[in-house]
């Protein structure tokens, strides 16, 4: 594409000066004297036809980035990426995958930032590379970094190049990050631990509780930390197993799962199948996080589950408010057929 002309319009003196260069490359979008794919002129034009230091004008190319009308192309220069949009804010969301609980925080946030923010939705899937090669290839081009990690290696070095104010954990509260950034997480091990006290009675029924804790969990060890914690406590006989066995699958046996594809219920529930057992008599279930299949499931499922629409909302009036906010999430029980 041919660079654009750009006219010298004036300074406009009630804005902030690095905002009349965003204002001057929005005003030549909207009037078509730059199209899309336009490369912008270099700094030392723009320094030329507008009057303004090269750091005023970085601040405003980076302004123009971060909300998604331009993009940087490495060592050629800028491009009309889109025209402007009244939105304020430009979200980068990164998740580790898809899945109805995913879904329904994904949602939440969207409805709750409709009208004032872009949200582009990326996935890891675990993948350390991938996951340091989005955020990097991504530094300028957002408002507010919304992340999930859960992955294998340690992701702090990567999470730390985001300044404090744009970044927003969710879910994991990862240690060794720098600043005062906002973190909306899951307290595995206190969430477990007071969700299992909250059904002791019915715990009480059975001879010995059983916790399936997948090795590849990356929260395995504080959910194996508040189960120990609780069994200690109470004096409940415990097992902890990283898959369904069927040999060691017993009458009397209440299982705590918290697979993430739900493998483990359906694998506990065709066992009980097998063998004649009834569904929160002759053997417990409780699982972690709800779904609309637990609710139906064999009569109903007992959830440890956290309220990833209050982790949305959470998210969002951290953005909107512009405030830095550390929060546990909620988590609640719900007590179904198969306790």
């Given at each position: 594409m041919q660079t654009a002309l750009l006219e010298n319009n004036g300074p406009t003196t009630h804005r902030m000066k690095y905002m009349q260069l965003v204002d001057h490359i929005n005003r030549l979008v909207e009037s078509d004297q730059l199209h899309i794919g336009d490369r912008l002129p270099s700094l030392k034009q723009l320094e030329k036809d507008l009057g303004m230091s090269k750091e005023t004008l970085l601040k405003g190319l980076n302004h123009l980035l971060e909300k998604g009308i331009i993009e940087s192309v490495y060592r050629k220069g800028y491009?009309?990426?889109?025209?402007?949009?009244?939105?304020?804010?430009?979200?980068?969301?990164?998740?580790?995958?898809?899945?109805?609980?995913?879904?329904?925080?994904?949602?939440?946030?969207?409805?709750?930032?409709?009208?004032?923010?872009?949200?582009?939705?990326?996935?890891?899937?675990?993948?350390?590379?991938?996951?340091?090669?989005?955020?990097?290839e991504n530094l300028h081009n957002y408002t507010h970094f919304v992340i999930a990690t859960f992955l294998k290696e340690d992701p702090s070095e990567v999470?730390?190049?985001?300044?404090?104010?744009?970044?927003?954990?969710?879910?994991?509260?990862?240690?060794?990050?720098?600043?005062?950034?906002?973190?909306?997480?899951?307290?595995?091990?206190?969430?477990?631990?007071?969700?299992?006290?909250?059904?002791?009675?019915?715990?009480?029924?059975?001879?010995?509780?059983?916790l399936i804790a997948p090795h590849e969990a990356t929260h395995a060890r504080h959910v194996v930390d508040g189960f120990l914690r609780f069994c200690m406590e109470h004096g409940y006989r415990y097992a902890i197993e990283h898959e369904v066995e069927a040999g060691s699958f017993k009458k009397g046996n209440a299982y705590i799962t918290f697979s993430r594809y739900d493998t483990d219920d359906v694998a506990l529930i065709k066992l009980a199948r097998g063998k004649g057992y009834k569904l929160g008599k002759d053997i417990g279930?409780?699982?972690?996080?709800?779904?609309?299949?637990?609710?139906?499931?064999?009569?109903?499922?007992?959830?440890?589950?956290?309220?990833?629409?209050?982790?949305?909302?959470?998210?969002?009036?951290?953005?909107?408010?512009?405030?830095?906010?550390?929060?546990?999430?909620?988590?609640?029980?719900?007590?179904?057929?198969?306790?």
């Open positions: 491009y009309v990426k889109k025209k402007s949009v009244d939105h304020t804010y430009r979200v980068f969301l990164l998740l580790d995958k898809m899945n109805v609980m995913r879904d329904r925080f994904y949602h939440t946030l969207f409805d709750e930032l409709r009208d004032m923010a872009d949200v582009d939705i990326y996935f890891h899937h675990h993948n350390f590379k991938v996951f340091e090669n989005l955020i990097r999470l730390n190049l985001i300044p404090e104010q744009k970044r927003i954990i969710i879910d994991y509260n990862e240690p060794k990050l720098e600043g005062e950034y906002s973190c909306i997480f899951q307290d595995y091990e206190h969430d477990l631990f007071d969700g299992l006290s909250q059904l002791k009675d019915r715990l009480s029924r059975y001879k010995k509780l059983v279930l409780i699982s972690y996080n709800d779904t609309a299949v637990k609710e139906i499931l064999e009569d109903g499922i007992t959830v440890i589950s956290t309220d990833f629409e209050a982790m949305g909302k959470a998210v969002s009036h951290a953005i909107i408010n512009r405030e830095t906010t550390v929060l546990r999430n909620p988590t609640r029980v719900i007590v179904r057929n198969s306790l």
